[in-house]
């Protein structure tokens, strides 16, 4: 049977007995229905696995006992900033859960000309709040240690503006270069930028050129938004990072 992978908000190195989180808790006890002396995995962002056992479980809590913890490192060589202009209905959650699998170490959901999505504050908060579970659970799924960091929503003109070492990518219909013709890739990693499912406005492609960015092709065809991202970054991932 495979030993549940489970994340604990807080650090684990040094404890001996840890008190699982509310959301760990109610997973552990009430849908994979684990009782005391079960074994489960923890893990804290610090790229570390912690080997541990139930040590109570009830209603209320549940408390593990840490047995041994080790360096596991599954984090890809190559850094990736997707900047996703948030999509309707699932297809940003889906696309969150799927980067993270890929690798991605963090995504920024941004404001476009044409992004078909309405959010007022309050449902700010709740969406950010619900896209990070989202990539936590994800990296339960997918053995990742660290948990990629879900930035508030920016708009794309601010987010391409932001300086860093990264290579700047855009993908484009009608750009010149596929990815496997780029050169090599700065060891600060890629920042991606995917549209919405409108795609870019002239303008903004305009200000994504004045801003450094590189256009690259992604075959012949036209590609939906959450399509685009999980292509984009695989194929980076195939020629230039861990797959």
Same mark, same amino acid.
């Given at each position: 049977?495979?030993?549940?992978?489970?994340?604990?908000?807080?650090?684990?190195?040094?404890?001996?007995?840890?008190?699982?989180?509310?959301?760990?808790?109610?997973?552990?006890?009430?849908?994979?229905?684990?009782?005391?002396?079960?074994?489960?995995?923890?893990?804290?962002?610090?790229?570390?696995?912690?080997?541990?056992?139930?040590?109570?479980?009830?209603?209320?809590?549940?408390?593990?006992?840490?047995?041994?913890?080790?360096?596991?490192?599954?984090?890809?060589?190559?850094?990736?900033?997707?900047?996703?202009?948030?999509?309707?209905?699932?297809?940003?959650?889906?696309?969150?859960?799927?980067?993270?699998?890929?690798?991605?170490?963090?995504?920024?959901?941004?404001?476009?000309?044409?992004?078909?999505?309405?959010?007022?504050?309050? #449902?700010?908060?709740? @969406? &950010?709040?619900? !896209?990070? *579970?989202?990539?936590? $659970?994800?990296?339960?799924?997918?053995?990742?240690?660290?948990?990629?960091?879900? #930035?508030?929503?920016? @708009? &794309?003109?601010? !987010?391409? *503006?932001?300086?860093? $070492?990264?290579?700047?990518?855009?993908?484009?219909?009608?750009?010149?270069?596929?990815?496997?013709?780029?050169?090599?890739?700065?060891?600060?990693?890629?920042?991606?930028?995917?549209?919405?499912?409108?795609?870019?406005?002239?303008?903004?492609?305009?200000?994504?050129?004045?801003?450094?960015?590189?256009?690259?092709?992604?075959?012949?065809?036209?590609?939906?938004?959450?399509?685009?991202?999980?292509?984009?970054?695989?194929?980076?991932?195939?020629?230039?990072?861990?797959?």
């Amino acid at each position: 049977m495979r030993i549940p992978r489970i994340y604990h908000p807080e650090p684990l190195k040094g404890q001996s007995i840890c008190q699982l989180s509310e959301d760990a808790a109610n997973h552990v006890g009430r849908v994979l229905r684990m009782n005391q002396g079960d074994q489960i995995t923890l893990f804290d962002g610090s790229n570390h696995i912690f080997h541990a056992v139930l040590k109570s479980v009830s209603k209320k809590q549940i408390e593990a006992e840490i047995l041994s913890s080790e360096l596991d490192d599954r984090e890809s060589h190559l850094p990736i900033h997707l900047g996703q202009v948030i999509s309707r209905g699932d297809r940003m959650e889906f696309t969150i859960q799927k980067s993270v699998e890929l690798g991605v170490t963090t995504i920024t959901p941004l404001w476009s000309e044409r992004c078909g999505v309405k959010l007022d504050g309050e #449902r700010q908060d709740k @969406k &950010l709040q619900q !896209w990070q *579970k989202i990539a936590i $659970a994800a990296c339960e799924q997918c053995g990742r240690n660290v948990i990629p960091e879900i #930035r508030p929503i920016m @708009k &794309l003109t601010d !987010w391409c *503006k932001e300086q860093d $070492a990264m290579l700047k990518l855009n993908l484009h219909p009608r750009a010149k270069y596929s990815i496997r013709q780029l050169p090599n890739i700065p060891a600060q990693g890629v920042r991606l930028l995917i549209g919405s499912e409108g795609g870019l406005s002239a303008e903004e492609i305009a200000m994504t050129e004045s801003e450094g960015f590189t256009e690259v092709l992604l075959g012949k065809r036209v590609l939906r938004t959450e399509t685009a991202s999980l292509a984009a970054i695989t194929a980076l991932q195939v020629c230039f990072g861990d797959l």
